[in-house]
């Protein structure tokens, strides 16, 4: 079964401009979570959408970041304009249920991101 | 504040030896506490989940125990592999709220020949 994929593995840019990462669920999960890891911070959740609806956002950092989840196999995490303190690796998991609360949330193997 | 914290932050050991990782966690109503490795330059992957009733799960090689009294958790390697060498991270889950995940910021752990 494919796992979480996510697009793109990296991505390098100047400050200012736009990015979007993307990602694919597994199959059948209805719960898609966005999250950012950084040497200091470790894993942070950004955003969680349980059946393609933001549950909460209040994770994301500022007005810009956004997502979507326009269906069930696609989500898109949008930086613009970017700053050089958005460089991380920015992983999409997914889950069967509600929330993260119950079942292993099932992670991507990341996008990471240097903005320069 | 719930908080997750883990201990050492980076543990080096030579490869056949046992090691044992800490968690400890202010984090409350308690759901479930998880332990997940993540290789470099991989996602997170789950070991074990354990609820409040449960003080001890096995996956293979990784057995963790969960002290919900003391609010502690270990993750005990034994006879460790140079494929172990990773992040491990600790993970708790309250009963209440939308945001309900709290993660600690890992253990890395390097097994060497």
């Known amino acids: 079964d494919a796992g979480v994929i996510q697009s793109p593995r990296h991505e390098v840019t100047e400050m200012g401009q736009e990015v979007t990462l993307r990602c694919k669920p597994i199959s059948g999960h209805n719960s898609l979570f966005w999250y950012r890891q950084t040497m200091m911070r470790g894993l942070e959740l950004l955003i969680y959408?349980?059946?393609?609806?933001?549950?909460?956002d209040s994770g994301m950092p500022e007005d810009r970041f956004s997502a979507k989840m326009p269906n069930a196999s696609f989500s898109t995490l949008k930086i613009q304009p970017s700053e050089p303190r958005d460089s991380a690796v920015y992983f999409c998991?997914?889950?069967?249920?509600?929330?993260?609360?119950?079942?292993?949330?099932?992670f991507g193997d990341g996008t990471r991101l240097s903005i320069l | 504040k719930n908080q997750v914290e883990q201990s050492p932050q980076s543990l080096i050991i030579l490869e056949g030896k046992n090691c044992t990782l800490q968690c400890n966690y202010t984090v409350s109503p308690f759901s479930n506490l998880r332990w997940y490795k993540q290789d470099t330059g991989r996602g997170p992957v789950s070991l074990t989940i354990?609820?409040?009733?449960?003080n001890t799960k096995s996956n293979g090689r990784y057995t963790a125990t969960l002290d919900a009294d003391t609010k502690q958790s270990s993750l005990h390697i034994t006879a460790s592999q140079l494929s172990d060498s990773a992040s491990y991270i600790c993970v708790v889950s309250i009963q209440t709220g939308a945001n309900n995940l709290f993660f600690g910021t890992g253990t890395r752990l390097t097994v060497i020949p």
């Open positions: 959408f349980n059946n393609n609806v933001p549950i909460d």
């Open positions: 998991a997914s889950t069967k249920g509600a929330s993260g609360r119950n079942q292993p949330q099932h």
């Open positions: 354990m609820t409040f009733s449960e």
